[in-house]
C-alpha cells in the first residue's frame, strides 16, 4: 500500500512502498546522476531534513564507490531517513527488502542529528546488498560484507557497531568453515568482519573479496573464499586466522583488528567484465572515429555497448535468502 508523498507546494502524490516507515514522506531531491532519490519524514523538522540533504549532496559520491567495489553499474534507489526504531542518532540501523535493485531498491536509514556522515555510512550498507545479485545478504557473511562496505567508503563512521568484539569475548566459534544463515546475529558476523579485516591486511582488495563473495554464493564459506584468494586448501583457512588472531598484540578490540582499511588496498580492483567493457568502447569510438561519425553517433554506438551491461550487472535475481522480510541493520545489542 502507498502512503501519502509532501512535494513542495503542497501537491500529495504517491510515495515508494517503504519497508517499514508509515508517515508522509517529504521528496528532498535528487542526486546529480539521477541514481538517488531521497525523502524525508516530514514530522521530524531542520535536523533530519538536514540530513536528507547532505545524502543528496553525498550520495553521487557513495554510489561511485559502491559501483568500484562490485565492478558493476547499480540501479535507481529511493531512500527515506526517519527516526528508525525511534533513534535520531544513527543507531536505529537501516533497512531494505530484497537483495537486488528491484526488489531492494526502497531504503529506509535511521536519521543522525547533526551526524551526516552516519546517515551516508547507513545508505551504503544496504545500497552494497543491492549490489550482491540476489545473494549473500541475510546471512552473516553478506552482512560482514555490506558492513566492511560501509566502513571504507564512511571512514567507519559506524564504529559503534562493531561486532567482531563480540566474537572474540564469546570464544570465537567458527563461522569461517560454516556460514550462519542470519545477518542479524552480531557474533557470527564479529568473525566475518575480523575475517575480511584479516583478507584485506594482507593484500587483498575489498573489491576482489566482493566479486568472490557474490560468485560463491549463499552456500559460499569464508574458509572458500580464502581458498579463491590465496589458492590454498579451505581447510587451511580457521587454522591460520585462529594463529593470526592469537598474534595481535591488543586484541580484538574493532571491527578493523589488522588495520585493513590502513592497507590502501580496499577499492583497488576492477572486474575482468569491467575490464573487457572498457576495451570494447575504446575499440568503438576508434572504429567511429576512422568512419567519420559525429559525436552523436559515436556517443551513440557507446550507449549501445554500456547500457545492456548496466542492466545485466545492476539489476541481480531476487531468488534466494532475501524474499519476504527486509534485511535491517543493526549494532550489537
Known amino acids: 500500500m502507498h502512503h501519502e508523498l509532501m512535494v513542495h ?14 508517515g508522509q514522506s517529504q521528496l528532498v531531491g535528487s542526486s546529480t546522476n539521477g541514481r538517488v532519490t531521497v525523502y524525508v519524514d ?30 558493476t553499474t547499480g540501479g535507481p534507489v529511493n531512500v527515506i531517513i526517519f527516526a528508525l526504531n525511534g533513534a535520531t542518532d544513527g543507531t536505529g ?3 531494505h527488502m530484497g537483495c537486488d535493485y528491484s526488489t531492494g531498491a526502497d531504503i529506509e536509514v535511521c536519521a543522525a542529528f547533526g551526524q551526516s556522515n552516519r546517515v551516508s555510512a547507513l545508505f551504503e550498507a544496504e545500497l552494497s546488498e543491492c549490489s550482491m545479485k540476489g545473494n549473500l545478504c541475510g546471512l552473516s557473511t553478506g552482512e560482514a560484507l555490506s558492513r566492511w562496505c560501509s566502513s571504507v567508503t564512511s571512514n567507519d563512521a559506524l564504529a559503534d557497531f562493531a561486532s567482531a568484539p563480540d566474537w572474540a569475548s564469546n570464544g570465537m566459534p567458527d563461522f569461517v568453515n560454516r556460514t550462519d544463515p542470519t545477518d542479524q546475529n552480531p557474533i557470527s558476523i564479529g568473525c566475518g568482519m575480523a575475517f575480511l579485516s584479516w583478507l584485506i591486511s594482507m593484500g587483498n582488495p575489498l573489491g576482489k573479496i566482493a566479486l568472490t563473495m557474490v560468485e ?21 583457512a580457521w ?12 586484541g580484538v578490540t574493532s571491527d578493523d583488528p589488522f588495520g585493513g582499511s590502513s592497507a590502501g588496498a580496499h577499492l583497488s580492483y576492477l572486474a575482468p567484465e569491467s575490464i573487457s567493457l572498457a576495451g570494447e568502447v575504446f575499440a568503438s569510438i576508434l572504429a567511429d572515429l576512422s568512419a567519420n561519425k559525429s559525436p552523436e ?3 551513440t554506438g557507446m550507449q549501445a555497448l554500456i547500457n545492456p551491461k548496466r542492466v545485466s550487472n545492476g539489476a541481480g535475481s531476487a531468488s534466494g535468502c532475501c524474499k519476504g522480510e527486509s534485511r535491517r541493520l543493526l549494532p550489537p545489542r
Do not use: C, H
Open 9 to 22: 507546494g503542497g501537491a500529495k502524490v504517491k510515495a515508494p512502498i517503504w519497508p517499514s516507515f508509515k
Open 297 to 299: 553517433e559515436i556517443l
Open 216 to 236: 560463491l554464493g549463499n552456500s559460499g564459506t569464508l574458509a572458500q573464499l580464502y581458498s579463491r584468494l590465496t589458492v590454498k586448501a579451505p581447510s587451511e
Open 239 to 250: 587454522p591460520a586466522f585462529q594463529s593470526a588472531i592469537v598474534a595481535l598484540p591488543g
Open 93 to 95: 540501523g537501516a533497512d
Open 42 to 71: 516530514s514530522k521530524l523538522g531542520a535536523p533530519a531534513l538536514q540530513n536528507a540533504k547532505d545524502l543528496v549532496a553525498d550520495s553521487d559520491r557513495v554510489v561511485s564507490e559502491n559501483d568500484t567495489i562490485f565492478g
